[in-house]
T-cell receptor, first 114, second 115 residues
Framework: AQKVTQAQTEISVVEKEDVTLDCVYETRDTTYYLFWYKQPPSGELVFLIRRNSFDEQNEISGRYSWNFQKSTSSFNFTITASQVVDSAVYFCALSNNAGNMLTFGGGTRLMVKP | DVKVTQSSRYLVKRTGEKVFLECVQDMDHENMFWYRQDPGLGLRLIYFSYDVKMKEKGDIPEGYSVSREKKERFSLILESASTNQTSMYLC??????????????FGSGTQLSVL
């Protein structure tokens, strides 16, 4: 069975602070995929990143960066210099290799105050 | 722009009613999914469909059924709505490409309240 845990249910920061959203996963598969999605107030989840289990390189995209550590089964997401528009619920998700079992974490609500 | 459209943003129904939630995508995607979202539980998969007339149960199919008669449309049916089905329902689609685990495209959700 797969499991994704996002221990932080809500985080509140002030604009321009850095913030890290934690994601810990469990799987017995050797090949799997990890995702982050953003859900703004409009409700529509938006894809942010996908990583496969063989690619442990960290990734940076503008103010966003992701740290994948297989040794600790974690795939953490950092927003640098946060902005009010970053306020949203963020979901981490885990998929098996076949792609027919996508398990989401409980989500972290990020509030960025001006 | 790619689009997944859910017919209603808000829906209020009574216990015992038959409820239809409709989802249409305009991207010619083979795979379609229905999730429900509850606070603290994230998204849980109800049903998914690989292609027309094909369906597979997800993690929580009890009390739900689905229909996929056309490629672009995936309907979620609550045969007899109950109060514990009050939730946000999200539809998603995904292409069947050579690359596995393509990203999902989501609709904006339907907030269903069962009274």
């Amino acid at each position: 069975a797969q499991k994704v845990t996002q221990a932080q249910t809500e985080i509140s920061v002030v604009e321009k602070e850095d913030v890290t959203l934690d994601c810990v996963y469990e799987t017995r598969d050797t090949t799997y995929y990890l995702f982050w999605y953003k859900q703004p107030p409009s409700g529509e989840l938006v894809f942010l990143i996908r990583r496969n289990s063989f690619d442990e390189q960290n990734e940076i995209s503008g103010r966003y960066s992701w740290n994948f550590q297989k040794s600790t089964s974690s795939f953490n997401f950092t927003i640098t210099a946060s902005q009010v528009v970053d306020s949203a619920v963020y979901f981490c998700a885990l998929s098996n290799n076949a792609g027919n079992m996508l398990t989401f974490g409980g989500g972290t609500r990020l509030m960025v105050k001006p | 722009d790619v689009k997944v459209t859910q017919s209603s943003r808000y829906l209020v129904k009574r216990t015992g009613e038959k409820v239809f939630l409709e989802c249409v995508q305009d991207m010619d995607h083979e795979n379609m999914f229905w999730y429900r979202q509850d606070p603290g539980l994230g998204l849980r998969l109800i049903y998914f469909s690989y292609d027309v007339k094909m369906k597979e149960k997800g993690d929580i199919p009890e009390g739900y059924s689905v229909s996929r008669e056309k490629k672009e449309r995936f309907s979620l049916i609550l045969e007899s709505a109950s109060t514990n089905q009050t939730s946000m329902y999200l539809c998603a689609s995904r292409p069947l490409s050579g690359q596995r685990n393509e990203k999902l495209f989501f609709g904006s959700g339907t907030q269903l309240s069962v009274l």
